[in-house]
């Protein structure tokens, strides 16, 4: 079992910046992949960006050049450094990790407003 708390979220002006982590606990060593996603009202949840343990990263389109994934060396930390923030950034992002068996664990997420 994984647990994941996502912290960073909140208010920010368009062109602004803001940081999330995520920090996984439980059978931390399982844990193959970490990620994040975003879900809009309306709309579906959408990958963002993930990073594997090894530190291969992939990026949607969307935000790319603009969103920075990282972790730490023992992958129990994952941020999402988001710059040039837009108002359609806007969504609630989840964190989600991966294990070697291919099961996934979500966070609870957390809310991102980018809005003047």
């Known amino acids: 079992q994984v647990q994941l708390v996502e912290f960073g979220g909140g208010l920010v002006q368009p062109g602004g910046s803001l940081r999330l982590s995520c920090t996984a606990s439980g059978s931390i060593s399982s844990i193959t992949a970490m990620g994040w996603y975003r879900q809009a009202p309306g709309k579906q949840r959408e990958l963002v960006a993930d990073i594997t343990r090894s530190g291969s990263t992939n990026y949607a389109d969307s935000i790319k050049g603009r969103f920075t994934i990282s972790r730490d060396n023992a992958m129990n930390t994952v941020y999402l450094q988001m710059s040039s923030l837009k108002p359609e950034d806007t969504a609630v992002y989840y964190c989600?990790?991966?294990?070697?068996?291919?099961?996934?664990?979500w966070g609870q997420g957390t809310q991102v407003t980018v809005s003047s």
């Open positions: 989600r990790a991966v294990t070697y068996s291919r099961v996934g664990y």
